[in-house]
């Protein structure tokens, strides 16, 4: 099945500094979805992202789609101590999802 | 409400002994999976049912077995076969006909075997 490598694997920011969160493919995905998985929860579903290029906001969360379908990314403009948790990118194949091993997001005040 | 239930939170058994962790969604989802998380690790496929009375395995199924005799519950035994069984157990559902492949998660059931 289709693997992803995210990267980094941890992350520790002081509050109100950006964050990135990448998710990389050596082969192209058909589309690729983005979980937040908070400390003792569940994962939940953020967004999907499936053109080429494609760009989509969530107040300050910028989703981000390769040209080459092959990496996506995930920005957190001034994180917020709500940021705290753990993001995962997931790939489709026919009916199962496989996910990345996550960036945990660590955010002092 | 509508979602997915899975009890107990919390579950501690002995080596050796089997184990079931429920799974029970109301949300009419036709797909249903059980995933693996250990720290570090990710989450990873054991079993996943499009269908009642069908399944197939994920990466990881040794040691592991599921039914799926009704549309609402995908119930999941550990066997004394799983050799490192102490993990968190999350279960999720979906919509097969939909071009979103979103799938919604249950709160999780924490296993300690000792």
């Known amino acids: 099945g289709q693997q992803v490598m995210q990267i980094p694997q941890y992350q520790h920011v002081q509050e109100g500094e950006d964050f990135t969160t990448y998710c990389n493919s050596s082969t192209t995905l058909s589309n690729i979805q983005w979980y937040k998985q908070r400390p003792g929860g569940h994962p939940v579903f953020l967004i999907q992202?499936?053109?080429?290029?494609e760009v989509k906001k969530q107040k300050r969360l910028t989703f981000q789609f390769g040209e080459a379908k092959k990496n996506s990314s995930l920005h957190i403009t001034a994180t917020q101590t709500t940021d705290v948790g753990t993001y995962f990118c997931?790939?489709?194949?026919?009916?199962?999802?496989?996910f990345g091993k996550g960036t945990m997001l660590l955010v002092s005040p | 409400d509508g979602g997915i239930t899975q009890s107990p939170k919390y579950l501690f058994r002995k080596e050796g002994q089997n184990v079931t962790l429920s799974c029970e969604q109301n949300l009419n989802h036709d797909a249903m999976y059980w995933y693996r998380q250990d720290p570090g690790q990710g989450l990873r496929l054991i079993y996943y049912s499009q269908i009642v009375n069908d399944f197939q395995k994920g990466d990881i199924a040794e040691g592991y077995s599921v039914s799926r005799e009704k549309k609402e519950s995908f119930p999941l035994t550990v066997t004394s076969a799983q050799k490192n069984p102490t993990a968190f157990y999350l279960c999720?559902?979906?919509?097969?006909?939909?071009?979103?492949?979103?799938?919604?998660f249950g709160p999780g059931t924490r296993l300690t075997v000792l």
């Open positions: 997931a790939v489709s194949g026919y009916s199962t999802l496989t």
């Open positions: 999720a559902s979906k919509v097969m006909e939909s071009s979103y492949n979103e799938q919604f």
């Open positions: 992202l499936v053109k080429s290029g």
